[in-house]
């Protein structure tokens, strides 16, 4: 009798192309060469800096489109950068970047009337616009009534990219920044525990701004 072959399903997952597009603008904006008298080893630059490789800028441009039309990419594309991200010496720098920009996309994508009712209604249809786009976007759940704030995360993401827990910076600055835009926080989002660290998910809580 021929030996049993074990059959592996890879499990597919999706992510909102928000996260791929915000990881890449942040990479091309902190690659951008400055006016430091360096511009004879231009060509040189090209090379080294990742932003400024043609690449980068073709996938922008892909990822702009998807994002616009609201659509959602293969989760291991996401995964594949933001391990890219973290072999780079500025790593917590683009994943912080980052972060603040995807928020910033997924604030937008709330309608108008609703962000101009945030600012006639209770704090608490802020964090309600908040926790929608924190769920829909980033896949994270936000917790609070605006007194105190917190968010878990179940989805392994972060730590399939990188094991340690680094790229978890980029969700930590996403909510922070969600929570600026919809919300009167002013604190920091303390990130408590990480399944890089074995917990069983990743969890944030709010703090006071003297911690950040």
């Known amino acids: 009798?021929?030996?049993?072959?074990?059959?592996?399903?890879?499990?597919?997952f999706r992510a909102h192309a928000i996260i791929p597009l915000a990881l890449f603008e942040a990479i091309r904006a902190l690659d951008l060469p400055t006016n430091d008298g360096l511009e004879e080893f231009h060509d040189?630059?090209?090379v080294?800096?990742?932003?400024?490789?043609?690449?980068?800028?073709?996938?922008?441009?892909?990822?702009?489109?998807?994002?616009?039309?609201?659509?959602?990419v293969d989760g291991e594309e996401v995964v594949a950068?933001?391990?890219?991200?973290a072999r780079r010496a500025d790593f917590g720098l683009?994943?912080?970047?980052?972060?603040?920009?995807?928020a910033r996309m997924a604030s937008a994508r709330v309608?108008?009337?609703?962000?101009?009712?945030?600012?006639?209604?209770?704090?608490?249809f802020g964090m309600l616009l908040a926790r929608r786009a924190a769920a829909d976007a980033f896949g994270v759940a936000l917790h609070g009534d605006g007194a105190t704030v917190a968010a878990s995360m179940d989805d392994t993401i972060a730590v399939r990219a990188t094991p340690?827990?680094?790229?978890?910076?980029?969700?930590?600055?996403?909510?922070?920044e969600l929570l600026r835009i919809f919300t009167p926080f002013d604190g920091a989002l303390l990130h408590v525990a990480c399944r890089g660290r074995g917990d069983g998910e990743c969890h944030w809580r709010a703090g006071p701004p003297e911690e950040e």
Do not use: W
């Open 1 to 12: 009798m021929p030996p049993a072959h074990r059959v592996t399903t890879r499990i597919e």
């Open 44 to 46: 040189e630059l090209v």
């Open 48 to 72: 080294k800096r990742l932003g400024m490789n043609r690449t980068v800028v073709a996938q922008i441009r892909r990822y702009g489109g998807l994002a616009r039309a609201d659509k959602r």
């Open 81 to 85: 950068l933001l391990r890219l991200v």
């Open 94 to 102: 683009v994943y912080a970047q980052a972060g603040r920009r995807a």
């Open 111 to 124: 309608s108008g009337v609703l962000r101009l009712l945030r600012h006639l209604l209770p704090a608490g």
């Open 164 to 176: 340690d827990g680094a790229a978890c910076g980029f969700f930590g600055s996403a909510l922070a």
